[in-house]
């Protein structure tokens, strides 16, 4: 190592020894962009402090705005055991997920989501988003044929532009619906609210999801 590397890396130390002892507080948490962070005087805070720019930078990016991205999951009731429950999905890697009846666990519970996942459930959804509010329920064009007693479910997306919300009733039949009746029902599973969720899912009924439904 040359005299100029060495001198390099004495004065990142020392400016690291000064951050951890004099700036940065025992237990220090701060947000950025909507990701949350904690540092403390033990504390690698390099990478740490990396991220929060990376998400920052891309959070002021024209046209980027994942890590301020958001979507609620609410699915309601039905006439009979469908799983009633509501969750929020975030790009900054965390969710939170609210059983409200018959789901595997009631009550608010948090859960990661990697950016894998966020990006499929994401990316699922996407083609169904509206522009505004779109209700696909008795009176829409595509619910000319209602079926009663099915669930609704109501998905909002939420970001730094803007907040859409589509709410598509399973009771709306008809092959212009089969695509957007299939997502929706499968949606959950594409992150770790899947297992928080009772093992059924309505779809046409309510039914085992481990059985082959014949459809």
């Given at each position: 190592m040359?005299?100029?590397d060495r001198q390099s890396k004495q004065s990142?130390?020392?400016w690291a020894a000064v951050l951890r002892s004099s700036i940065l507080p025992r237990n220090w948490r701060f947000e950025a962009c909507g990701v949350a962070f904690a540092l403390d005087s033990g504390t690698n805070f390099m990478p740490i402090i990396t991220r929060a720019?990376?998400?920052i930078t891309?959070?002021?990016a024209p046209g980027?705005?994942?890590l301020g991205q958001s979507i609620t999951f609410e699915h309601g009731p039905c006439l009979g055991e469908c799983p009633v429950y509501r969750f929020e999905a975030t790009a900054a890697e965390s969710g939170i997920f609210e059983g409200r009846r018959f789901t595997t666990v009631l009550g608010k519970h948090r859960f990661s989501i990697t950016p894998g996942e966020w990006s499929a459930f994401q990316g699922?959804?996407?083609p169904y988003r509206?522009?505004?509010m779109e209700d696909i329920t008795t009176g829409h064009p595509r619910c000319r044929r209602m079926a009663t007693d099915h669930a609704s479910v109501a998905v909002t997306w939420t970001d730094q532009d803007r907040t859409d919300r589509l709410v598509f009733n399973f009771g709306c039949k008809g092959p212009e619906n089969a695509a957007i009746a299939r997502v929706l029902s499968a949606a959950p599973d594409l992150l770790a609210v899947g297992k928080l969720i009772e093992d059924r899912r309505l779809e046409d009924g309510a039914w085992d999801r481990h059985?082959?439904?014949g459809r």
């Open positions: 040359g005299t100029r990142q130390d020392n720019a990376i998400a891309l959070a002021m980027v705005s994942a699922a959804l996407a509206p522009r505004g059985q082959p439904t």
